[in-house]
């Protein structure tokens, strides 16, 4: 089955989109989680000079792992919000398109990522990535507190509580002589060196009115009186018994536990100091007090499947293309080694089969022959450059934002680019299946699969997905896929894999819930007794991602078209043109190939004339990038050439007469020298 290839038309299709701009990827977090909010505005001047450290989750909100982890993330930063004054616990979404420049400069390719900056931070490079448990939350805050020791050694900032081990010169009655009369609460933290409980317990009481903590080592004197049996030792004093701890941890307790215990004091203190009416129960209006009840726990309800979001829409594609490309991609300040092999191998396979239109794929043609030539490495800001310069050259075939259709959620931060990508992979393994069905020498998995591989790998920001997929290709064998169609259905039962372990999980979108692919309502064939059918399957594969839909996109009043034929020119227009026909214009490589040629002769026809001509179409692609390059290459052996002989004739001018006379009187004087000699 060969897609029906673009007529004879080689064109410059300025499609446009309607996108639905200003749609943020909204935070996963709200106010009440006890996170600070970082974004591109607010960053270097929050974290930067702060006399405060911040520990900031880098996330991306459409990230299933980051979803996920968001629950641990707002229990911890719940548990730390006593720290505030001294860390703060802090988020910033990088899926805002408009945070990039920030995830980028701190060197962000994978989420979710922890970094601690230290108070009075400077730049980026201050930051301290955090390779620790991120599940394990006690020991988590324990390696914040070893962060703020050291910074408190370094720093002595003067805002801080004291985060250092009581003197063992120090008895209690002068602990408790040198504390307000409001400190009710003496605690006392015994374990040994490096004191991190103990630490964590200052940091998180130590501002609190009611509380005084202090960290000592077991050979203290206060601590040989009444430690218990296991260290760290948590001791509670009261002021209305002084001498003598209420409360002597008697079992291992944590530091969230030793926190909860200390809590419990403070509590029954606070209640003593403000003793007031307990606070009126909410009322609803209109109903009688027996009426209000509790609300009942949400019951998960059958969601009816909702067909729009089984349609291949050119949209999603686009949009897919276009964050993978300005997004994900360039999140890697360098690309280099094997990230950079996995990009060619990529981009290459964008290059043979991306569904889409004509420009689209001229700039995954031009793409990939830039991509190709860089050996070493490619640095963010120049692949940023170079998808910029193709996408003013071939007049923006991909959306300035993404937007999508099918793969819209819910939610701003559900389904989006990875609903994108998984659609474009299939597609383009149908592309792959269709164009190479007859090709005999054709390796599915080295020409298909494994450039898909590497570039999950990679290049997923969600890593845990990443990781996931890796894991994935290693357990169902590669070596299984022979035939042109293996790849299509080795992904489709990858992908069914995904949906089975997703579904239920926090990262599903309510309203479009993980089901098995395809539905018996797609394709009634497909399925047999419970069990899919993968003859059939194929066909439906073929049918469904061959059938790209142009939702949102429409025709701008003027299509700008070049028509070919052997090899020539016939004709140049502006059309009006159904985008249908844009879609799936598998030809472009020999168009692409055609135009450059036919560009490479004028210019070598007539390099003054026509290089010049040809870029101002607007529509100069790699022939007059190559011109250019000549053209720039001549300029400077010029000016060189011109600077060299105009340093020759002034030195000949300055020199002349002696020049002469040296020609004519050899010996007697020397040439360029500045002394005379008698
Ligand atoms: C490679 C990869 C790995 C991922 N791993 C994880 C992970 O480990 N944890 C996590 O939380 N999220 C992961 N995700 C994201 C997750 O798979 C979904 O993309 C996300 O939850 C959005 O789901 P969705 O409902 O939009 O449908 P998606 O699963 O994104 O599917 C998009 C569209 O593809 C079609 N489709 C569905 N199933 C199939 C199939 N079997 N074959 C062909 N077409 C199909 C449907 O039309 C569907 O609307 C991963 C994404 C990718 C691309």
């Keep these: 089955m060969r897609l029906p290839p673009l007529l004879a038309v080689s064109s410059v299709l300025l499609l446009s989109i309607v996108t639905v701009y200003g749609e943020e990827s909204k935070s996963l977090y709200a106010p009440g989680d006890n996170v600070l909010e970082l974004d591109i505005d607010n960053f270097d001047s929050m974290v930067y000079g702060s006399p405060r450290g911040y520990f900031i989750e880098f996330y991306s909100s459409w990230c299933g792992h980051c979803i996920h982890y968001k629950p641990q993330w707002v229990t911890f930063a719940t548990k730390l919000k006593d720290w505030s004054s001294v860390v703060q616990v802090s988020v910033i979404n990088c899926a805002d398109e408009k945070n990039s420049p920030v995830c980028r400069a701190h060197a962000i390719d994978a989420f979710p990522t922890l970094k601690y900056f230290p108070p009075h931070s400077k730049s980026k490079d201050d930051g301290q990535k955090y390779t620790g448990d991120k599940y394990e939350l006690p020991s988590m805050a324990l390696d914040v507190a070893k962060f703020v020791r050291a910074d408190y050694v370094a720093q002595r ?355 479009y819930p993980k089901r098995q692919f395809p539905d018996a309502a797609l394709c009634h064939d497909c399925i047999v007794n419970g069990v899919y059918q993968e003859g059939k399957v194929l066909e439906f594969m073929l049918r469904y991602y061959t059938d790209v839909r142009t939702d949102g996109l429409v025709p701008t009043p003027g299509y700008k078209v070049t028509e070919f034929e052997d090899g020539k020119v016939q004709k140049v227009a502006v059309k009006h043109l159904n985008p249908k026909f844009a879609i799936h214009a598998n030809n472009v490589d020999k168009l692409e190939e055609t135009e450059a040629r036919l560009r490479q002769q004028q210019v070598d026809a007539n390099p003054k004339h026509h290089w010049r001509s040809l870029d101002s179409d607007g529509y100069a692609g790699a022939a007059s990038a190559q011109s250019a390059d000549r053209s720039t290459f001549y300029l400077i052996w010029f000016v060189i050439v011109g600077i060299a002989l105009a340093f020759a004739y002034l030195k000949y001018r300055q020199n002349r007469s002696k020049f002469w006379k040296t020609f004519y009187y050899y010996n007697d004087y020397k040439l360029y020298c500045c002394c005379w000699y008698p």
């Design 157 to 511: 900032p003067p805002t801080w509580p004291k985060v250092e081990a009581l003197p063992s010169t120090i008895i209690l009655e002068q602990l408790w002589s040198a504390m307000s009369p409001s400190q009710q609460i003496l605690v006392a933290v015994i374990e040994e060196d490096p004191f991190l409980t103990g630490f964590a317990t200052v940091i998180g009481f130590g501002k609190n009115p009611f509380v005084e903590a202090v960290v000592m080592p077991s050979s203290h004197p206060i601590a040989q009186q009444f430690s218990g049996s296991v260290l760290p030792t948590l001791l509670i004093f009261k002021r209305d018994n002084p001498n003598a701890p209420d409360f002597v941890s008697k079992s291992e307790m944590s530091v969230f536990q030793m926190a909860d215990k200390i809590d419990e004091y403070i509590t029954a203190v606070a209640d003593t100091v403000h003793q007031g009416p307990p606070p009126p129960a909410a009322v609803i209006p209109g109903a009688a007090a027996e009426d209000v009840v509790a609300a009942p726990a949400p019951t998960k309800t059958l969601v009816p499947l909702n067909f729009e979001q089984f349609k291949v829409q050119q949209l999603d594609l686009s949009s897919a293309l276009h964050y993978m490309l300005t997004q994900e991609i360039p999140r890697k300040p360098v690309i280099d080694n094997e990230n950079l092999a996995a990009l060619k191998g990529w981009i290459h396979l964008l290059r043979r089969y991306v569904p889409g239109t004509a420009p689209i794929r001229r700039l995954f043609y031009r793409l990939d022959e830039w991509t190709q030539l860089q050996s070493y490495s490619i640095t963010a800001e120049s692949w940023i450059a170079k998808v910029a310069e193709l996408q003013t050259d071939l007049g923006h075939p991909l959306p300035a934002n993404a937007s999508w259709v099918a793969c819209k959620g819910s939610k701003p931060y559900l389904r989006g680019y990875t609903c994108g990508l998984w659609t474009l992979m299939h597609a383009v393994t149908v592309q792959a299946y269709a164009d190479e069905k007859d090709n005999h020498g054709f390796k599915p998995v080295v020409e298909v699969l494994e450039p898909i591989h590497q570039f999950i790998y990679h290049y997923l920001s969600c890593e845990i997905c990443a990781k996931n997929f890796h894991h994935m290709t290693e357990a169902n064998e590669l070596s299984l896929v022979t035939r042109p169609e293996d790849v299509i259905l080795w992904l489709w039962r990858a992908h069914n894999n995904v949906n089975r372990r997703l579904a239920g999980d926090a990262s599903e979108d309510p309203s």
